[in-house]
């Protein structure tokens, strides 16, 4: 089966200015999430999605960041405006995920963000 | 709140060693706990998932176990190889609103392994 897909990779971008990360789950796949990975330390999440519907944004800084996933299929993740803290890994996962599931979750390759 | 602690940071050891890694968690209450492995510039590869009713889960040369009470959960590493170098991130899911599924990944820092030929 086909992986989680992120784009871009790489983005270098100057504090203050906007960007956008896109993600497209593995099919099938209900749940969706976001994860901030700052150098050295284990992933954080930003949002989690529950087919269209927010679950859990509480670690989302909702003045900068905000997301999306309209259809309940892909998502984007903005930041505007960019600040150097920002700088991260920003990693979209997805599971095949119902009411009692524990199916693991699968990341994609992520997009290295830096904020100069 | 969940705090997951993994030791050692960093671990080197030669080919063809057992080794264990650690994973510590505050709260007992956990639906899950999920091993990952992580590549340089990748993103991460789900390895073992452990329900909070079993005890251990097996994939070829690696074993992870899980202590729920003690908060606490190793992964062991048979005969390892220059390929398992990577770093090792553990994860506890907490139960989310009404005990669903939908609880929050709480992952640990990370245990950066070498292994050298």
């Known amino acids: 089966e086909a992986g989680v897909a992120q784009s871009p990779r790489y983005k270098i971008i100057e504090k203050r200015q906007s960007v956008a990360f896109w993600c497209n789950p593995i099919?099938?796949?209900?749940?969706l999430y976001w994860y901030q990975q700052i150098l050295g330390q284990g992933p954080k999440l930003l949002i989690q999605?529950?087919?269209?519907?927010?679950?859990?944004d509480s670690q989302l800084p909702k003045d900068r960041f905000s997301a999306e996933r309209l259809k309940g299929v892909d998502s984007t993740l903005k930041i505007q405006p960019a600040k150097l803290e920002d700088s991260a890994v920003y990693l979209c996962?997805?599971?095949?995920?119902?009411?009692?599931?524990?199916?693991?979750?699968?990341f994609g390759n992520g997009t290295r963000l830096t904020v100069t | 709140k969940q705090e997951v602690t993994q030791i050692p940071a960093a671990l080197s050891v030669p080919e063809g060693e057992n080794l264990v890694l650690n994973c510590s968690f505050t709260?007992?209450?956990?639906?899950?706990l999920q091993w990952f492995r992580q590549d340089p510039g990748k993103g991460l590869t789900s390895l073992l998932l452990?329900?909070?009713?079993?005890r251990e889960q097996t994939s070829g040369r690696l074993n992870a176990s899980l202590d729920k009470s003690s908060g606490r959960s190793t992964l062991y590493i048979a005969a390892s190889q220059p390929g398992d170098s990577a770093t090792y991130l553990c994860?506890?899911?907490?139960?989310?609103?009404?005990?669903?599924?939908?609880?929050?990944?709480?992952f640990g820092q990370g245990t950066i392994l070498t292994v050298h030929p």
């Open positions: 099919s099938g796949h209900a749940t």
């Open positions: 996962a997805s599971s095949l995920s119902y009411r009692g599931s524990n199916s693991p979750l699968h």
């Open positions: 709260d007992s209450a956990i639906y899950n």
């Open positions: 994860a506890v899911r907490i139960p989310g609103a009404g005990g669903t599924s939908y609880g929050k990944l709480t």
């Open positions: 999605f529950q087919n269209n519907g927010v679950v859990d």
């Open positions: 452990i329900q909070s009713s079993q």
